[in-house]
Nanobody
């Protein structure tokens, strides 16, 4: 099993920045990719970005491309989501998730992932 813990959420004004962290523990050697998703009140959980653990290839949703950047620090078993120029519509609970097996797909759906964190709240005020 892999355990995930998100941190770094909070309240920020429009145009501000936050960096979310996703710390992995347990069977981290089995991780193929880590993804970030978000869920706003009354909406479905949606894909934000993902990174492969070994090579570091990334894929990011068009809605946040150019504002959000995903990265990883393998030595710390941590994946980051740098969020800049935040907008009120970015308000959501942000979740990280782990995929254990190889895939050539974008890996942008909930069903692609095996383990999930508890989430961290991001609130952007206007």
């Amino acid at each position: 099993q892999v355990q995930l813990e998100e941190s770094g959420g909070g309240l920020v004004q429009t145009g501000g920045s936050l960096r979310l962290s996703c710390a992995a523990s347990g069977r981290t050697f089995s991780v193929y990719a880590v993804g970030w998703f978000r869920q706003a009140p009354g909406k479905e959980r949606e894909f934000v970005s993902r990174i492969t653990w070994s090579v570091g290839t990334t894929y990011t949703a068009n809605s946040v491309k150019g504002r959000f950047t995903i990265s990883r620090d393998n030595a710390k078993n941590t994946v980051y989501l740098q969020m800049n120029n935040l907008k009120p519509e970015d308000t959501a609970v942000y979740y990280c998730a782990v995929k254990q097996t190889y895939s050539a797909r974008p890996m942008s759906t909930i069903s692609d992932y095996d383990y999930w964190g508890q989430g961290t709240q991001v609130t952007v005020s206007s």
